[in-house]
């Protein structure tokens, strides 16, 4: 697909392992209190590599080959890339610690590269496991090249291309589902020989997490769900009310902000002279490639400047700029700024997006219950974005689907201690998902960052607050108060810099 329409549619080497992870004769015994059975998956050394940038990890992959229905057991296998970290403990706990990555898309041997330091305290006495969800990474994946072809309002070519993308992928997108992955990966934890598991899930990680805790109660120690997503609320449906409540909260902040405010007084005038702006003419810009540095030029319409908007928000470091573009473009007239910016990002976005499991996932388990959730989006044609979840529902009209059971959106119960982190200032996942979430779980904590955007355990101190949870495997006396005070940056008053 075009990018612009599938970015419209949607973020050293280490020790050997020890002797005992190596012989099939050796069960760790953790502070679980029970034992780590021999694994049946042969691991070799490897090297894990971001999607994006030079970053690499050492570490033990393999390959666990399933079937692609997993119902009928029979006609097509696929194999699903696995890598483990070992503990650098020589008496490592039984219960291994599993990341989980978000998108719906991406895979998680690519994304723990990046967020891997927020990780080290964990993998002092357990074993970090890695599986690429099936349709992602090198599970698989569902992708098909780019095409050139406008699908803003053709349904005809939408559906053409839909057809081209699925006929270049030798799977069947139906059985590419959540669900689909939480069975996977509990054939991988019994595989691998651990009796239970301790979960973290980012973004849409926190949806397959939950799956997999209702789906296997007794084989999870420990949860923690980073950017909830709550059951409650279909993926997409709500995406530009959330977005615009965290565009409202950047720019109240810029307006309590003396130095901020008497530079941009009216950020949110400028976006919608900006909007008002592309609404009428979509405007031509000439930026250098993201990657080749060649003269590209871009289309700014109010989708593409929609899209650059909401990723921006997402992160602090991004967020701190928004101010500043939209009043230099506003006052300039010059859009080549805030388009630069955005096609560095969404560039990172499409090398690291599998855009078919995206699909399968939200064609399947929300858009078939948007018409049970639609007071949800009532308030959307308001927003900067506008009704951006009908582009799903358009797309799912023409994408192989097999929708989820109706208990799929019933929330989660369970005994489990969860530990759920959110950003104040979170575009996507708010931090009322995580209310909605926590009233099912009596044994919780739900920590809210101030000013933060989308994941935030990389932020501040909550990577110990993270370890130390893990550790004890219970919430009490855990020290949250420094997650409490965290600070957003401060906003760019120029492209040189912040303000003092």
């Known amino acids: 697909m075009h990018l612009s329409d599938r970015i419209r549619i949607l973020l050293i080497f280490l020790p050997l392992l020890p002797i005992c992870s190596l012989l099939t004769g050796c069960a760790d015994i953790g ?15 490897c090297q894990l590599a971001a999607s994006v940038g030079p970053a690499r990890l050492a570490a033990q992959c393999g390959k666990l080959t399933v079937y692609e229905n997993r119902a009928a057991q029979s006609g097509r296998q696929i194999d699903l890339r696995i890598a483990v970290l070992p503990a650098i403990s020589r008496t490592p706990a039984a219960d291994p610690f599993v990341f989980i990555t978000g998108g719906p898309g991406e895979a998680a041997t690519q994304d723990y590269v990046l967020l891997s330091r927020a990780f080290e305290r964990i993998r002092e006495k357990r074993d970090i496991v890695l599986v690429d969800q099936r349709g992602t990474g090198q599970s698989h994946p569902l992708d098909c090249p780019s095409s050139e072809t406008d699908l803003a309002t053709d349904d005809a070519a939408l559906e053409a291309e839909v057809k081209r993308c699925i006929r270049q992928m030798d799977a069947d997108p139906r059985f590419y589902t959540t669900l689909d992955a939480v069975a996977d990966l509990d054939q991988v934890r019994a595989a691998l020989g651990y009796p239970r598991l301790n979960l973290y899930g980012v973004s ?42 965290a565009l409202d ?83 300039t007239g010059d859009l080549s700024h805030l388009a630069a910016q955005a096609q560095i990002i969404t560039q990172q976005l499409e090398g690291s997006l599998s855009m078919g499991l995206h699909h ?110 893990v550790e004890k495997g219970e919430l009490r006396d855990l020290d949250v108060a420094c997650v409490k005070d965290l600070q957003p940056m401060p906003f760019f008053l120029s492209l040189t810099g912040t303000s003092p």
């Not at 502070?31 to 050394?45: F, K, Q, V």
Request: net charge neutral.
């Open 204 to 245: 849409y990680g926190t949806r397959v997490a939950q799956s997999y805790l209702r789906q296997y109660p007794d084989r999870v120690r420990t949860v923690i769900l980073d950017g909830v997503v709550s059951p409650a609320r279909p993926l997409g449906l709500t995406m530009a009310s959330d977005a615009q409540r």
């Open 249 to 331: 909260l950047i720019f109240a902040r810029c307006a309590a902000d003396p130095a901020c405010h008497g530079a941009f007084p009216d950020p949110a005038g400028d976006l919608a002279v900006l909007i008002e702006r592309v609404d009428q003419a979509p405007v031509s810009v000439t930026i250098p490639h993201p990657t080749t540095g060649e003269p590209t030029q871009v289309k700014v319409d109010r989708s593409t400047l929609a899209t650059a908007i909401r990723l921006f928000s997402y992160a602090p470091e991004t967020a701190a700029l928004l101010p500043l573009l939209i009043h230099s473009a506003r006052a």
């Open 31 to 45: 502070d679980s209190g029970s034992r780590r059975a021999p694994s049946s998956i042969p691991l070799e050394p």
């Open 360 to 469: 399968s996932v939200v064609c399947s388990e929300d858009v078939p219950f948007y018409s049970n959730a639609a007071r949800l989006a009532e308030g959307e044609q308001r927003t900067y974005m506008g009704e951006r979840y009908k582009e799903l529902e358009r797309l799912c009209k023409y994408w192989p689907s097999r929708p989820a059971p109706a208990e799929f959106l019933a929330p989660v119960k369970s005994t489990v201690p969860v530990l759920l982190l959110s950003g104040a200032a979170d575009p996507v996942t708010p931090p009322l998902n995580a209310e909605q979430v926590a009233a099912n779980f009596p044994s919780n904590l739900s920590l809210v960052a101030p000013g933060q955007g989308h994941g935030i355990i990389t932020l501040g101190c909550t990577y110990r607050v993270a370890a130390d949870f």
